[in-house]
């Protein structure tokens, strides 16, 4: 089970090494910002994606793959006791503000409760990670951010906002994550949707991180990384997912 500190730490760290090559790294897709998972040629996510986990090793890693399904080459994120992200680290200057993907999901995990500490798993994410500034951040979320950022030695994001999958709560609901403020969660597909087939989503990040984060500032700190994954470690579940066609787009 997460500590608020693992918390804040897994939701965080896809964002580690932003400076590194990967952040360099130009994607060949001409459709958008993100490397195709088009491109795998061994059903590993191709660089500069990159797979995060939990620190210390103490939940089991879910691995996202690369398999065809409907004759097209997709994110299968399969999650069982675990935890597991795909990040894509954002060059800096980028200017991309529409992110679109198609999702489906095939299980879902029947005892999550994005409401409650125990109960805070998502078969589906896909999240947008933001450089908001320290003063812009609450006094006491701020002091406990600068805390995570010396213990995990990483430049962590001010804000995150995730749009979740979740079969319990009704598409539209937008909630605090359970553990910290500094991730915001809007449910896009809920528990009158069915499983088992592909729905397409695009989204205005800059009008949804005003939405979400418009109590703290009025304009939209740089874009850092875009993270999808899946987590099943607090309820102990078991659950299936797919992502195809996850774009960053300027218009």
């Not at 399904?69 to 991309?96: F, I, M, N, T």
């Not at 908001?132 to 406990?144: D, G, M, S």
Request: glycine share 8%.
């Amino acid at each position: 089970m997460k500590t608020w500190a693992s918390a804040a730490f897994c939701l965080y760290t896809a964002c580690a090494s932003l400076t590194g090559a990967n952040a360099q790294t130009q994607p060949t897709d001409t459709g958008g910002l993100l490397q195709s998972w088009a491109d795998s040629a061994d059903g590993t996510p191709p660089s500069p994606w990159r797979v995060v986990g939990l620190p210390g090793g103490k939940v089991p890693l879910l691995a996202p793959d690369i398999t065809t399904l409907d004759g097209q080459k997709v994110l299968r994120l399969r999650s069982d006791k675990s935890y597991g992200a795909l990040s894509h680290a954002v060059p800096a200057g980028s200017e991309g503000r529409f992110l679109q993907w198609q999702w489906r999901l095939d299980q879902p995990l029947a005892q999550a409760d994005l409401r409650s500490k125990t109960g805070d798993d998502a078969a589906l994410k896909v999240c947008a990670l933001f450089d908001l500034p320290l003063e812009k951040i609450p006094f006491v979320e701020r002091n406990l951010l600068r805390l995570a950022r010396r213990v995990s030695a990483e430049a962590l994001p001010g804000a995150t906002l995730c749009y979740v999958w979740d079969n319990q709560l009704p598409a539209g609901t937008t909630l605090n994550n359970a553990y910290t403020a500094r991730v915001r969660l809007r449910v896009l597909n809920g528990n009158s949707d069915a499983l088992g087939r592909w729905v397409s989503h695009k989204r205005d990040l800059q009008a949804d991180f005003l939405a979400a984060f418009g109590n703290e500032t009025d304009t939209v700190p740089p874009l850092l990384a875009i993270v999808t994954g899946a987590d099943a470690d607090n309820t102990g579940g078991t659950s299936l997912g797919f992502v195809n066609r996850l774009q960053l787009m300027k218009q």
